[in-house]
């Protein structure tokens, strides 16, 4: 069976989509579009070869009678009111991250797919699907390194445009690792603290840059990440589990190593989009599968709604100097399951 999706929101990572499913990944083909830019929709259409139907309203993808899963990709606060939409009619939806701006969105989210009985919705939270997360977490289940105590991690880009302002280290960038630690050390946050310290004068005015997150989860385990988005040198995650025994670190992606002009090393992505280039795959190619046995195998909407409660935290914590607790509702049997 051809999965037929519809695309909603097509700009940077709409476009890469869009073109995966249609062109790359089995099982599935793009048959319509929509962006409030309409005319970058149709350009995008016809230029990609994809030629899917542009249509006026995100509405009249969902509705559309062929379109049988949707890809969510707009900017995120339109997110939620579009996922609701997806959900109102019955159909699977990939959304990007954020599930939605705020906690409260995403918790009508939640309430929105258990009303309806059925699971519809997976959050693009890719590293998940990373092979060096997957191998880091093999790893750490394998008791290799002993039970985790510690993490040191580190989220950087080279640089942010001018609109990434305030707390979009948080909510655009750190809601990566938020969902990622969990993922990999089976946990949930209990409380955190934001330290801004001293200011890069690479950062535009809008910014504080770098900041440190500090999270502590249920069994204790301490985890600190830096958040650098205008460092200059590289894309560059890191991610160091210390266990009872050993560290246990996420693989470096593949480089060659260099001895030339009297120095010793290796190149550093400069892009993030290279750096999850085949988890993007890997994850919707996943998606796809399952969306086509009736399955959600991937983040949930509860992860969603977890990432922006933490969220929400981090940024009160940010505000207030405080550390502050994470008040999470116990996980509902619903998302216990994957149907
Ligand atoms: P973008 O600005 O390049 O594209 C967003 C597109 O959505 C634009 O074309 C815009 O016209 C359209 N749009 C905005 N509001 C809309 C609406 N109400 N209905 C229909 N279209 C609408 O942004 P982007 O970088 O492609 O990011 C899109 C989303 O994907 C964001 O939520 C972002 O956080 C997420 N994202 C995820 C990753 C990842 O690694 N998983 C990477 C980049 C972006
Ligand atoms: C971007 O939106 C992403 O999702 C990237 O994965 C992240 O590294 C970057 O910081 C965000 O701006």
């Not at 579009?82 to 701006?101: S, W």
């Not at 655009?172 to 990622?180: A, L």
């Not at 010793?264 to 890997?282: E, T």
């Not at 008040?327 to 399951?337: C, D, I, V």
């Amino acid at each position: 069976m051809t999965l037929r999706i519809g695309i909603i929101g097509c700009g940077g990572i709409g476009q890469e989509h869009a073109r995966r499913l249609h062109f790359k990944l089995a099982g599935a083909q793009v048959v319509a579009i929509n962006d409030i830019n309409v005319a970058a929709a149709t350009q995008f259409s016809e230029m990609s070869g994809i030629k899917a139907r542009v249509l006026d309203t995100y509405q009249a993808v969902i509705d559309a009678p062929d379109v049988d899963a949707l890809v969510v990709a707009s900017w995120g606060p339109a997110h939620e009111e579009q996922v609701l939409a997806c959900i109102a009619a019955g159909k699977p939806v990939f959304c990007e991250k954020p599930l939605a701006v705020t906690a409260e969105g995403a918790r009508r989210i939640v309430e929105a797919e258990v009303q309806a009985g059925k699971k519809l919705v997976q959050v693009g939270f890719m590293r998940r699907y990373d092979a060096g997360y997957r191998a880091l977490k093999a790893t750490l289940d394998a008791g290799t390194v002993g039970d985790a105590l510690l993490v040191h991690a580190a989220h950087r880009n080279p640089a942010v445009p001018e609109m990434y302002v305030g707390d979009m280290s948080i909510t655009d960038t750190f809601i990566h690792e938020i969902d990622v630690f969990r993922w990999l050390l089976n946990d949930d946050y209990v409380s955190v603290q934001v330290i801004e310290g001293r200011k890069t004068r690479n950062a535009h005015a809008g910014l504080h840059d770098p900041i440190t997150v500090l999270l502590e989860t249920r069994q204790g385990i301490r985890i600190d990440t830096e958040i650098f988005v205008a460092c200059r040198f590289g894309y560059d995650i890191q991610c160091h589990v210390v266990g009872e025994t050993g560290v246990a670190s996420l693989p470096e992606p593949m480089s060659v190593p260099l001895r030339s002009n009297a120095r010793q090393g290796s190149g550093l992505l400069m892009d993030w989009k290279l750096r999850f280039i085949d988890s993007y795959d890997v994850e919707l190619q996943d998606w796809i599968e399952a969306t086509v046995r009736g399955e959600v195998n991937g983040p949930d909407a509860w992860d969603g709604y977890v990432a922006s409660v933490t969220a929400e935290a981090c940024i009160e914590a940010r505000k207030t100097k405080q550390i502050l607790p994470i008040a999470l509702p116990e996980r509902p049997a619903f998302y216990s399951r994957q149907g």
